[in-house]
């Protein structure tokens, strides 16, 4: 079965009634496989993104030793690196594989064979930007089980999947930090090669803004305010 994309979209936030109605909506939709033990696992995605927080900690440490003007998104990043990895040693020793497999999985759909209660998480996390707190938690899976009451295991389950899918939005956010350091850095370097040309001909200003344009063909703001700055 195919996995579903590792990086989920931007989604709209919800008010803690929208969250509350959106909560009944999914549940509603959530139809359980039969078989629980026909599984897709849930730890490999957990390893990519703790092996791409990883990386960029390290990345971001090599660029604070050469660079003090590091951002908050950076600097947040690589103090709180050995918390978020405590979080991933937690879900790996909270989902042992023989409780992984009794949690009852979507019968389908994209997340078909993954946990239910992993899609409700998800979905908490994705329309809060993930600012959730006890009292947002108890809510949403309240609604959610007025239609669709969950296992005592799925239960126990819910702060499992909250720190797996918080993990998996950080490694989604810290990509993105990362390609904006990488945006600043040309930038800069683009900067220091303007002070050595005396003019500058139209091919070579294509090649700044070529070298300065996000995948969707337009100049990634942080690129330009960089240059500009």
Do not use: C
């Amino acid at each position: 079965m195919p996995a579903p994309p590792s990086d989920a979209p931007v989604q709209q936030l919800f008010t803690i009634s929208q969250l509350e109605a959106h909560a009944a909506r999914i549940a509603a939709t959530h139809a359980v496989s039969p078989d629980p033990r026909r599984a897709h696992p849930l730890l490999p995605k957990l390893d990519l993104s703790s092996d791409r927080l990883d990386a960029a900690y390290l990345f971001l440490s090599a660029e604070a030793r050469t660079d003090a003007q590091a951002v908050g998104a950076e600097e947040w990043l690589r103090d709180n690196h050995h918390v978020v990895q405590d979080q991933v040693r937690e879900v790996r020793q909270h989902l042992p594989r023989k409780y992984y497999l009794e949690l009852p999985k979507l019968a389908e759909g994209p997340f078909e064979g993954y946990p239910r209660v992993y899609l409700l998480a998800r979905e908490l996390i994705g329309h809060t930007a993930g600012r959730i707190d006890l009292d947002t938690i108890v809510d949403f899976t309240t609604a959610y089980q007025r239609v669709a009451p969950l296992t005592i295991g799925e239960t126990w389950a819910v702060p499992i999947m909250l720190r797996l899918g918080l993990v998996e939005e950080l490694h989604r956010l810290a990509e993105d930090v990362v390609e904006a350091r990488r945006r600043r850095n040309k930038a800069r370097a683009w900067y220091s090669r303007l002070g050595e040309v005396d003019e500058w001909t139209d091919s070579a200003i294509d090649a700044v803004l070529e070298d300065g344009r996000d995948e969707d063909g337009r100049l990634a703001p942080v690129f330009v305010v960089e240059l500009l700055h």
